[in-house]
């Protein structure tokens, strides 16, 4: 098969993490005998320092002509340390939602065996978490209208959804909880909100559709609370835009590492896959960022494209690393010898590549020596 992907590396450690996904799907290209066409677009802060535009509209024409978009970060500290400035980095990533009508994040949250220990919750409360969070994107508070007053001592932001806009997630959501536990949990805050209230009635009455599945309602604060003493409860999570922002944060942290954490945001017609973690400066261009975020997104991109086989290769791949502890310094630690991230790149891609030699092989790659013949 033949398929064209939308590249944007964008700002920070995005570039070097977007690089190793490329060598995950490159090895699965040789392997599966597909064919994976890369156009890079810009989007962000190097977008804004190359034409003023944190998304040009070349980046947009490229995206719409794509198979799907594999994203990497945005964002820089210059703008992080003055919120005055008009024209910023996330003001690409949301028009880009909008015009491609991205509606669904899809974030999966796994406690992963060997990485329990770098939790902050406890092994017992964590293990065997397996959690798909399912977050509104293109309404809500952050698409509402903003003003200031004059004076500056007053604001406000809205925040509006419509039937049809909670309608299409909460499908995906149901259907979703087909193939996994048939349970939804609906977070909102229809105590204090009138777009909550939409939110529960009209899911509500969906639920109707899915006779085989439970659906769950779970207030806000609540639900946060129980996310931390016991994320197993859950299993498909369903919410608006602004909780879901912070929801999946506030799930990262079971998985011991944020740079464990894929995405995607589908649409109609469109896809977006990419990491969850952010541009990370401190250790931009030091190859030391943890790549495996990157490369699961990869994976779901290929779900998306119905080759599951091939998904399958890239995790399991992943799960590997992990076995051989052949980590970056966000899960190994700075006095643990942790890999740099070409070289966990290059594993993942050695190990889709000869699987059957990847145990052997290891200790040349973690030297940095080829083992592709």
């Not at 959690?131 to 500056?152: N, Q, V």
């Not at 889709?352 to 145990?359: P, V």
Request: net charge negative; charged share 25%; with cysteine.
């Amino acid at each position: 098969m033949k398929y064209t992907i939308a590249v944007i590396p964008g700002d920070g450690i995005g570039p070097e993490v977007t690089n190793q996904a490329k060598k995950a799907l490159d090895a699965v290209a040789e392997v599966y005998d597909h064919i994976f066409l890369y156009k890079e677009a810009q989007m962000g802060s190097c977008a804004i320092d190359a034409t003023g535009n944190p998304l040009p509209e070349k980046t947009i024409e490229i995206c719409k002509k794509a198979d799907a978009i594999l994203f990497g970060a945005i964002g820089d500290p210059k703008y992080d340390n003055d919120p005055s400035l008009r024209i910023r980095p996330e003001q690409g990533l949301l028009r880009l939602r909008k015009e491609l009508d991205l509606f669904s994040n899809i974030n999966p949250v796994k406690a992963y065996d060997q990485l329990i220990k770098n939790s902050p919750l406890r092994r017992e409360i964590i293990k065997g978490t397996d959690i798909l969070i399912f977050r509104e994107l293109t309404a809500g508070i952050y698409f509402g209208k903003k003003e200031t007053s004059k004076d500056g001592k007053s604001a406000y932001d809205v925040c509006s959804y419509s039937v049809d806009e909670i309608s299409r997630i909460a499908h995906l959501a149901f259907k979703a909880s087909q193939s996994r536990k048939n349970k939804v949990t609906l977070i909102d805050k229809s105590n204090v909100l009138e777009t909550s209230k939409l939110w529960r009635k009209t899911v509500t009455e969906i639920a109707k559709q899915y006779k085989n599945v439970e659906l769950e309602h779970m207030y806000a604060d609540n639900a946060a609370m129980k996310l931390i003493l016991n994320p197993k409860k859950f299993d498909v999570i369903l919410t608006e835009n602004f909780i879901g922002d912070i929801i999946s944060d506030e799930a990262s942290v079971i998985s011991g590492s944020i740079g464990l954490l894929a995405s995607s945001s589908i649409g109609e017609d469109n896809a977006l896959f990419a990491p969850v973690h952010g541009t990370f400066p401190e250790a931009t261009g030091k190859d030391i960022a943890n790549p495996l975020a990157s490369i699961l997104s990869a994976a779901m991109m290929l779900e998306h494209f119905g080759l599951e086989e091939e998904a399958d290769a890239i995790k399991r791949a992943v799960e590997k690393s992990l076995d051989l502890n052949i980590s970056t310094q966000d899960i190994k630690g700075k006095n643990k010898y942790p890999a740099a991230t070409s070289k966990v790149g290059d594993f993942i891609s050695d190990y889709i590549l000869n699987q059957e030699d990847s145990n052997i092989n290891f200790m040349n790659i973690h030297a940095g020596q080829s083992t592709i013949i």
